[in-house]
């Protein structure tokens, strides 16, 4: 039988003579008692997360790319037929509208009357804005305040005569008239901000705009924003440029159609052609937004003895040639005319262009529009890529960093069982 000996390193010489270090079951249950084997599964397994993570990090960076090289292969087609397109159009101003050029240019005597108009409220949102278009167009500090600016609502529309223009323009109101149009809501709030209390930041916005052309702007402006209106949901009037929509008429209780009935206010309201789509993400345009807004089913009639006695089928309000005005169901506008001093400007001429040109047009603007998405679908992905990218560095550090702490651990383990 074995005697161990009285001296430590004998004894510890002694057992390592007498076991076979290439014995398996004996190595396993030595490191099992050293902890070893739980820490080289813990290792196996780390590195593998690790090899997992980097190969996931590698696949989003490959699929990003990928997104990439078809988005830009895309843009290129959508750039090439919007050119296309262009020179289409450039023809057919250069050979079928030669004469009508000092017309195309000529400024509608009408528009400068409601610019004027707009003007006289000179410390109001829109007198500022129409001063800084019209005199200090050149700032370019400004732009991004007002890029996102559609207009007033007087600009964005017109009306076929006077007499609708006063009407149109009392039943919404001097404040809804001035009222400045946006897209987005990032656009609304650019116009004007506030400090930590909540008072108004007078030094940004539309505030310090006014300040900078000498005009301090006084009391509350009305801003419309696009994008937070419920659009009309339903059809458009088939075939018509302007895209009038496809409201059903008012029919007494015995179906037949009220005598004097002259049609739908915001039907009446004249867009120009580049605000008649796409203004949103979502791709409506001023009337099925704004204007219905606005207006929604009103109803216009020939005479208020008319428009009484269509009583039963007025729900949304409604207007006679002759002054009468009803704002809403069982709300009746009473006594003078009230002569708001902003107005819609008139038609100047009314578009007689063929519906292939309306639908070049309209085309064109689609393919822009498309791009402009494409641009921002580009500008996300690479800002996805970018993050990835970033991640796939830090997770390599991390898995390089591992193996070397790895490596020495092994070197020592390696060390603490080779026999002396």
């Known amino acids: 039988m074995f005697q161990p000996s009285n001296h430590p390193q004998d004894a510890s010489s002694s057992v390592l003579m007498q076991v076979d270090p290439k014995e398996p079951s004996v190595v396993v249950r030595d490191e099992m008692q050293n902890g070893v084997f739980p820490q080289a599964q813990t290792i196996i397994y780390n590195s593998k997360k690790l090899q997992d993570d980097l190969h996931v990090l590698g696949m989003k960076i490959k699929h990003h790319e990928d997104n990439i090289k078809l988005l830009k292969i895309h843009k290129n087609k959508l750039d090439d037929s919007i050119l296309d397109l262009q020179v289409t159009l450039g023809k057919y101003h250069s050979s079928t509208l030669p004469n009508t050029e000092n017309d ?69 109101g001097a404040e809804t008239m001035l009222a400045i149009v946006c897209k987005t809501y990032e656009g609304v709030k650019a116009l004007e901000t506030y400090d930590k209390d909540g008072q108004i930041n007078k030094g940004s916005g539309f505030h310090a705009l006014g300040a900078s052309i000498g005009k301090e702007l006084d009391g509350r402006f009305l801003v ?41 206010a915001v039907n009446m309201i004249n867009v120009e052609f580049t605000n008649l789509f796409l203004l949103t993400g979502s791709g409506h345009g001023l009337r099925e937004t704004l204007f219905y807004n606005l207006f929604s089913h009103m109803q216009v009639y020939k005479t208020r003895e008319d428009m009484v006695f269509s009583l039963p089928c007025i729900c949304d309000g409604a207007i006679s040639l002759d002054g009468g005005m009803i704002k809403g169901a069982g709300v009746f506008s009473l006594g003078n005319w009230n002569d708001v001093d902003v107005r819609f400007p008139k038609s100047y001429v009314t578009s ?12 064109l603007k689609e393919m822009k529009w498309k791009r402009e998405t494409m641009l921002e679908d580009i500008k996300r992905e690479q800002a996805l890529l970018d993050t990835a990218r970033q991640s796939f560095e830090r997770k390599k550090e991390e898995f390089v960093k591992f193996l070397a702490q790895s490596s020495a651990y092994a070197t020592r383990v390696q060390t603490g069982f080779t026999p002396r």
Do not use: W
């Open 104 to 172: 195309a240019h000529s400024s509608n005597p009408s528009e400068e009357e409601t610019t004027k108009q707009i003007l006289q409220h000179e410390k109001s949102a829109a007198g500022i804005l129409c001063q800084l278009k019209m005199h200090h167009d050149t700032q370019t500090s400004h732009l991004s305040l007002t890029k996102d600016v559609l207009g007033v609502v007087a600009t964005l529309g017109k009306v076929d005569d006077d007499n609708l223009s006063r009407l149109f323009s009392e039943y919404l």
């Open 352 to 363: 007689t262009l063929p519906d292939n040109y309306i639908d070049t047009k309209k085309h």
């Open 224 to 264: 419309i924003c696009l994008e937070n209106l419920r659009p009309f949901c339903g059809e458009f009037m088939v075939d018509d440029p302007q895209r009038r929509l496809d409201l059903l008429k008012p029919k007494l209780p015995n179906g037949e159609c009220p005598p004097g009935f002259i049609g739908f």
